[in-house]
């Protein structure tokens, strides 16, 4: 076994992946502690002692992974994620630079793709993007539509809510969320009693059907992310590469038999 096939069983091993996991945790709950005056009164030294601990940890595993997978390194989007979020740690955290050190809890993040389960959630939102952007488009159209009804319906008796258009899409958008749209509602019905047909509709149409239908996107998305899981995918890549192999053996065999023994099409 080559020193770099020693380095990848090591990188694979399930003990050096829970001690990374184990790395990230602790470095994402020390960079929360200093945030805390009270704790880096009485313990700064030794929170950025395991601050830089964490990342030079960091930084020798992505090196490590680097030497292991060569060309292959680059070849997964996981990677290239963990050294953006590994070179953004080791920028200076200071002068102009100084706004990047809020940017290091970001390591965290390392968390996803260091859990296979959370990869493949992670995946599984990604597939949904085109899914959700046409139910985006339509929720978008859909607020639109209403903040130009409410705009000409309401603009006249509350002005503070509904008087332009832009003020009327923050304020349904308000409404979406739930966010005291009752309160919004008597508002308006006080002037308009009738007003709470509009709500009602409005309420149905963007929260009850728009936002179920992300949910139900995303929720298949990720049925079909379980499917098929990546130990198939591993699977067929170790059967691809017995099968070059096999015919890289088979070359070899031929080249050694001896010329009687060859068939006639080598002669």
Known sequence: MSRQERVRAVLESRLVQRAVILVIVVNAITIGCET????????????????????????VELAARLYAYRKAFFKDPWNWFDAVIVAVALIPASGPTSVLRALRILRALRL??????MRRVVGALLAAVPGMASIIGLLVLMIY??????????????????DELPRSLFTLFQIMTGDDWGNVAQEVMEHKPWAWIFFIVYILMSTFVALNLFIAVVVNAMNEESDTPPELA???????????????????????RPAELRPTADR
């Open 112 to 117: 996803v793709s260091a859990v296979p389960s």
């Open 145 to 162: 539509i209403a903040a130009v009804i409410a705009t000409k319906l309401f603009g006249d008796i509350v002005p503070e809510r509904f």
């Open 36 to 59: 805390s005056a009270y704790l880096m009164q009485r313990a700064g030294g030794l929170l950025h002692a395991i601050d830089r601990v964490a990342l030079a940890v960091f930084t």
């Open 234 to 256: 591993e699977l067929e890549a170790v059967k691809q590469e017995l099968a070059a192999v096999n015919a890289k053996l088979d070359q070899l065999l031929m080249r050694e």
